[in-house]
């Protein structure tokens, strides 16, 4: 256990040290703190958040997770049903589909509303049937030749607008995220004809409102050389690292080794494994910065997600700070 990280968790809280005033100052947070997007594309996220605490961090992350408000599959009206898929099975199937709406735009149903409204929910038709291909050869064997609409995809949901709905969200294209998402297979005769009715929900209640693939977060590894390290220990202390991590230059004709981007490591501790390395280098994080990575299953962009993470979060603090102010008037 002597070779381990070090700086791995905080110590940033009141009467840590003796003798020491280290407690929370709102200037010192507000110079320190920042947000700096690395990289975004429609589905991923990644950007660094410095200055703040694990446990913010953590509640940041958590609210990614189950919080944030998405719209999903809550009750299947199952009318014909004659594949091989059980009601139930197919139901819950048809339950984690995410489905391209914006919850904004809705409202919580109502407890013990049955039937729901344009405002809280959202209404999806799947209606099917396989038959026989009449233009197939007469010796194929391919189901894909022989049969018709055999096999049911996502894409076969279909937006039912109730209400207004189809002026209001003409534009919003409504529907399953992907299109291919395979949810039965059928063979002549055989047919689905099911509604759904999607609602507003989070993925503290289940799993198939949360809106990320994966939210997750690291701390920044910081790799310092306590030596100068050349030659052939240079080149190996080079590939004990992630490539890009250590890099080796020349100076003067010999061949030194340089950390270059300490954020590529992923941490394997492989140096630790050569007796004539392990001392000159000290691997440690990085305490107040933390790397998230946040993927979105597509319903919302993940750079909305965040900012309603951060909104969520926000009605969390004033939630308490007047519970904190009733409690002090009483």
Same mark, same amino acid.
């Given at each position: 256990?002597?070779?381990?990280?070090?700086?791995?968790?905080?110590?940033?809280?009141?009467?840590?040290?003796?003798?020491?005033?280290?407690? =929370?100052?709102?200037?010192?947070?507000? @110079?320190?703190?920042?947000?700096?997007?690395?990289?975004?594309?429609?589905?991923?996220?990644?950007?660094?958040?410095?200055?703040?605490?694990?446990?913010?961090?953590?509640?940041?992350?958590?609210?990614?997770?189950?919080?944030?408000?998405?719209?999903?599959?809550?009750?299947?009206? %199952?009318?014909?049903?004659?594949?091989?898929?059980?009601?139930?099975?197919?139901?819950?199937?048809?339950?984690?589909i995410p489905?391209?709406?914006?919850?904004?735009?809705?409202?919580?149903?109502?407890?013990?509303?049955?039937?729901?409204?344009?405002?809280?929910?959202?209404?999806?038709?799947?209606?099917?049937?396989?038959?026989?291909?009449?233009?197939?050869?007469?010796?194929?064997?391919?189901? *894909?030749?022989?049969?018709?609409?055999?096999?049911?995809y996502s894409?076969?949901?279909? =937006?039912?607008?109730?209400?207004?709905?189809?002026?209001?969200?003409?534009?919003?294209? %409504?529907?399953?995220?992907?299109?291919?998402?395979?949810?039965?297979?059928? *063979?002549?005769?055989?047919?689905?004809?099911?509604?759904?009715?999607?609602?507003?929900?989070?993925?503290?209640?289940?799993?198939?409102?949360?809106?990320?693939?994966?939210?997750?977060?690291?701390?920044?590894?910081?790799?310092?050389?306590?030596?100068?390290?050349?030659?052939?220990?240079?080149?190996?202390?080079?590939?004990?690292?992630?490539?890009?991590?250590?890099?080796?230059?020349?100076?003067?004709?010999?061949?030194?080794?340089?950390?270059?981007?300490? *954020?590529?490591d992923t941490?394997?501790?492989?140096?630790?494994?050569?007796?004539?390395?392990?001392?000159?280098?000290?691997?440690?994080?990085?305490?107040?910065?933390?790397?998230?990575?946040?993927?979105?299953?597509?319903?919302?962009?993940?750079?909305?997600?965040?900012?309603?993470? %951060?909104?969520?979060?926000?009605? @969390?603090?004033?939630?308490?700070?007047?519970?904190?102010?009733?409690?002090?008037?009483?």
């Amino acid at each position: 256990m002597k070779y381990m990280y070090a700086n791995v968790h905080t110590t940033d809280y009141p009467g840590n040290y003796p003798g020491y005033d280290d407690t =929370w100052n709102l200037k010192k947070f507000q @110079k320190n703190f920042r947000i700096d997007v690395v990289q975004m594309d429609e589905t991923s996220l990644e950007f660094d958040m410095v200055g703040i605490d694990a446990a913010i961090a953590n509640a940041f992350r958590r609210i990614l997770l189950a919080e944030v408000p998405t719209m999903a599959v809550e009750k299947v009206l %199952i009318y014909n049903n004659t594949s091989i898929i059980q009601d139930e099975i197919l139901a819950h199937r048809l339950g984690l589909i995410p489905i391209k709406a914006d919850p904004r735009l809705f409202e919580y149903r109502n407890t013990g509303d049955e039937e729901g409204t344009e405002i809280d929910t959202i209404q999806l038709q799947l209606k099917i049937k396989c038959t026989r291909n009449p233009r197939a050869t007469k010796d194929s064997a391919d189901p *894909r030749e022989l049969y018709l609409n055999h096999m049911v995809y996502s894409k076969d949901m279909k =937006w039912a607008p109730i209400g207004n709905q189809a002026d209001v969200f003409a534009d919003a294209n %409504i529907g399953p995220v992907h299109g291919d998402i395979l949810l039965a297979q059928l *063979r002549p005769g055989q047919e689905l004809d099911i509604v759904m009715h999607c609602v507003k929900g989070i993925g503290q209640d289940h799993a198939k409102f949360s809106p990320v693939a994966t939210a997750s977060y690291r701390l920044l590894p910081e790799i310092t050389l306590m030596e100068t390290v050349e030659g052939e220990k240079a080149e190996r202390l080079k590939r004990c690292f992630s490539p890009g991590v250590i890099e080796v230059e020349n100076h003067g004709g010999k061949v030194v080794a340089k950390v270059v981007n300490s *954020r590529l490591d992923t941490c394997s501790r492989e140096v630790l494994r050569h007796d004539d390395l392990k001392n000159a280098v000290k691997l440690a994080r990085v305490r107040d910065h933390f790397i998230f990575s946040v993927e979105s299953t597509g319903i919302l962009s993940p750079d909305v997600l965040v900012t309603e993470a %951060i909104k969520v979060l926000m009605t @969390k603090c004033q939630r308490f700070l007047s519970e904190l102010d009733s409690t002090e008037m009483e």
